[in-house]
């Protein structure tokens, strides 16, 4: 079993930057692939970013050149820097833990950006 808690969502403006955490217990954190995803209202979930055991990246083209995913094994934790920041990218944010067939969420953090 892994759990996994989100934070640092908020309230930003326009143009603005927020750095999401996802922080990971109970396995060994090293071992997952990290992904966020995020759920605007009225909307289906989508993947935003992806982050590797080997640390690779990879992101959706909506956010590419604004977000940076890293991980900090030391820490067991994920992190999701938002940069350039649009109302377009108003929604709850959920981290995503995934190794072989097992699968994790967290709760989801949410982020709303005024235009």
């Known amino acids: 079993q892994v759990q996994l808690v989100e934070s640092g969502g908020g309230l930003v403006q326009a143009g603005g930057s927020l750095r999401l955490s996802c922080a990971a217990s109970?396995?060994?954190?090293?071992?997952?692939?990290m992904r966020w995803h995020r759920q605007a209202p009225g909307k289906q979930r989508e993947l935003v970013a992806t982050?590797?055991?080997?640390?690779?990246?990879i992101y959706a083209d909506s956010v590419k050149g604004r977000f940076t995913v890293s991980r900090d094994n030391a820490k067991n934790t994920v992190y999701l820097q938002m940069n350039s920041l649009k109302p377009e990218d108003t929604a709850t944010y959920y981290c995503?833990?995934?190794?072989?067939?097992?699968?994790?969420w967290g709760q989801g953090t949410q982020v709303t950006v005024s235009s």
């Open positions: 109970g396995d060994l954190f090293s071992a997952y692939t």
């Open positions: 982050i590797t055991i080997g640390g690779s990246t």
């Open positions: 995503r833990g995934t190794k072989w067939s097992s699968e994790y």
